[in-house]
């Protein structure tokens, strides 16, 4: 049984004594300790590598209190696992090679064997399972087919998505076909990250802004609900996290997925989004991550002002306190910290 399953209760939207948080990227460069032991890898390796993996999963759990743990990876590793070679070099950027442009690199791409290509996670998520030893919830995750779709055929990262939307709009079956492969392949991937010890799925969809709200509907939410639907029906107690990043304007669109919970963007209120989606799922969110930049009273003011946005909790309501995106790699671990313990202290009187 778990020390502190609050994150699972928010998320399935049962009652709680206040509101749990983590925050996106809290195993990362902001902190000294995992970069002491990057210091010794590159990233990829550091992914890869299952002790190191662990190492700094856990980091933020001990060091700055948060009610879960994210496993450390990276959502390219999927693309990877599919026959692309990627390179992610910090301060530089993201490189995959070859791009898909064509159905002949469509066709390429394999539809691998999870535990053979990407077993490295699951074992991992085994090691980090038994280190937490049922202090708090371990978060699987993987990008949403859309977001790898984007970086197979730019290549990379991107402002203008001009290969993406050239095969959208040129070749729609082809762009189709590549987002149900490389969909078929998260589907497996995150039910195996299930077998492995997660007690909870978030997908990213870190480039869901890039696209219209009609283009969202046709090549971004049919491939997100498959995985959630394939999740509900093998694991229906497994909460499932969907953020689409500034999606803010089809927000119960993305409820109609089935998730049990939905990450917002700080560009939304999050009591607006509570008052749209009527309670029928949790949210996660959504500070922007440069208020941690801010001095301690700006840091508490902002925080209450979502606390007191979302307001009282009813029996059906849930939310789970995280920022609006990552956490940015020169922010200071004092401040989250200081975060962290006020969310906790603030938050207990609207439950």
């Known amino acids: 049984m778990l020390k502190n399953d609050l994150f699972l209760r928010a998320l399935k939207r049962q009652p709680c004594s206040r509101t749990p948080i983590w925050v996106m990227r809290q195993a990362g460069r902001y902190l000294p300790e995992y970069r002491a032991v990057r210091e010794k890898t590159d990233f990829l390796t550091l992914c890869k590598t299952p002790e190191l993996a662990t190492e700094v999963t856990i980091q933020p759990v001990e060091l700055m209190g948060v009610d879960a743990a994210i496993i450390f990876s990276d959502i390219l590793v999927v693309n990877e696992a599919m026959g692309m070679n990627v390179e992610i070099i910090e301060s530089k950027g993201i490189r995959l090679t070859p791009p898909i442009r064509s159905q002949a690199d469509i066709d390429k ?3 691998p064997d999870i535990d053979e290509k990407l077993g490295y996670v699951m074992d991992a998520l085994r090691m980090t399972k038994k280190e937490l030893d049922n202090r708090v919830p371990l978060i699987g995750f993987t990008g949403a087919a859309w977001t790898l779709f984007t970086y197979a055929v730019e290549g990379g990262g991107s402002k203008n998505y001009a290969y993406a939307k050239q095969m959208m ?3 729609p ?6 987002l149900g492969k490389i969909s078929g392949v998260i589907t497996a991937y995150v039910l195996k990250q299930i077998e492995a010890g997660a007690d909870a799925i978030q997908i990213f969809d870190s480039w869901a802004s890039a696209l219209s709200e009609d283009d969202y509907r046709e090549y971004a939410l049919p491939y997100i609900k498959e995985t959630v639907q394939a999740i509900k029906a093998k694991h229906p107690d497994t909460p499932v996290i969907v953020f689409s990043k500034d999606c803010n304007t089809i927000l119960s669109d993305i409820v109609d997925t089935g998730c049990d919970a939905m ?10 989004a509570r008052a749209e989606t009527a309670d029928r799922v949790a949210l996660q969110g959504n500070l922007d991550p440069t208020v941690l930049y801010g001095t301690p009273a700006r840091i508490k003011a902002e925080a209450a002002k979502i606390l007191k946005s979302f307001g009282q909790h009813t ?3 849930g939310h789970v306190f995280n920022l609006g995106h990552g956490i940015l790699p020169d922010m200071d671990p004092e401040h989250l910290k200081l975060l962290v313990e006020f969310v906790k202290e603030e938050s207990a009187q609207y439950h």
């Open 169 to 171: 709009y040129r070749e």
């Open 263 to 272: 990450g917002l963007g700080w560009g939304i209120d999050i009591g607006k």
């Open 173 to 178: 079956a082809m762009a189709h076909a590549l």
């Open 315 to 317: 029996e059906h309501s």
């Open 109 to 111: 791409l394999i539809v």
